[in-house]
């Protein structure tokens, strides 16, 4: 069997996660990971593969067959995307909620332009929550759709919280409320704002010195962040920190609540929940299982941008049709 | 908008609830209700749709877009599945699990042959729950996968009680058993006897002057049906019965345990809860979803047998992409 050959472009927590990844796929090897800083200083963990500068990505199109984009969502992909997939096809986690349909259409054209196929928007949300709320909706068409996330930690919140000042280290995290969670099962079909859906936890190392309260003040009144939440700000040493809060743990909830029935009298739920030791691992996987949607696909000759629910699930897996009807129909 | 026609092959409980169904699927039409028995001695809820006979359904293949296979998977389906599949696009819930790869490729054949789209096996399980199995497999590849059903009502148990020598009515409970669950969820990776995933428990209406000790003993010792389980038999009036277990109740879990990290250090798990009021209610609108795949796979030129895994989740929307990508990605 001809394998997979996977590029990595970007090599932070989730590029790691990816090569970690690919051992766990069968159909799949890497080929090489790509950054945009000097390649000599990045340690890989693959013994024998090498690492490139992306100015070399442009003569290796040949040599790849999908090249995940691990590059961050803010700075990174709104240019990372397009340019790769003018190249490869391509695989990222873009999750900037409000801009994937101008991202979807920027992607889109230039993959369109070089014929490859480009999954936008792969991880557990947008991707795995995203196929859940489309098939909910669709399987229930009277009711309404809830996502809770956590209990993890935000890597968006964590940053905001140590650029406070007199703030040395500190871990951010989001933590689903029971109450609203309980309300959507028993089919309040509540309304539920910000604060009523999850509050903020955060573990604070301050610098010697640091105004303390000053520090709980600067947070729990930061615009966008935390003044819509309910935030709580402990102090812990440098060492609890890293015994205790040094992982990336995360998951989340999709509930829908639905109504059927001559005069709607019955209820259904239905819930899709990840419970994550590592959220670039989960993602990680998430982004290989597409990668050989993206393969085969191409393969097809289909061009042009996708999201996850163009996809049919038995796309993702390395089984075969019979083999999906067999062991999981 | 050209609504899509929908015909009802078979008229019991589940063919009812997709009767409702259609009414919360604004793009969806029904043309009629298709009986092997007197189409005149039918009670449709819906004004101004007309009962057919089956023999009727071949002078209307202009006439309806999908027809929705609502006849039993033991006796009915490996017959009129065929036999629908010659003449229309199809949706049915085939649920004899260890038959399906047989009745695939039956219904496949004569797909091909009309060329239309079937889908095969479209409820809860077989249905979305195929569907997460798959999505779990694929973005956990380390790991397990298990399924559990209830609490709710098994008709096929419910009638093999109601064969017992003495019992005048009776209802059955499938029950998940918590400590299962829990050992899956901690990742023991359990390997699980029948009788530890899930218990049986019976309320019996006993005929007067019956045996209860007896009736309890050919219960219990039923072989397939309940010896491999530990049973409850229950016996209550039938007035109970009426009053407490008249409705069809059901749902299930999924849950995928997974290992990932270097040295598969972090755990994942993955979880798909269904929690229904009405199993037939859900069913059928599973089969309303899957039947708009099917009509749009048609419009594509598409034909053969598809099951659930064949479709992309956007193809069971009303819907647009773009809608899609603004409300749910």
Known sequence: MNKIKIGIAGYGNLGKSVELGIRHNKDMELIGIFTRRDPSALKIITEGVQAYHFDQAANMKDKIDVMILCGGSMADLPEQGPYFAGMFNTVDGFDTHAKIAEYFKAVDKKALESGKVCMVSCGWDPGMFSINRVYADAILPEGGTYTFWGKGISQGHSDAIRRVKGVKDGKQYTIPLDDAIEAVKRGDMPELSARQKHKRVCYIVAEEGADRKQIEHDIVTMPNYFSDYDTEVYFITEEELKKNHSGLPHGGLVIRFGKTGLNLENNHTIEYKLVLDSNPDLTANV??????????????????????????????????????????I
């Open 287 to 328: 982004l290989l299982a597409f990668a050989r949607a993206a393969y085969r696909l191409s393969n097809e000759g289909i061009s042009g941008a996708k999201t996850v629910v163009d996809i049919p699930p038995a796309y993702l897996s390395d089984k075969s049709a019979e083999e999906l009807r067999e062991l999981f």
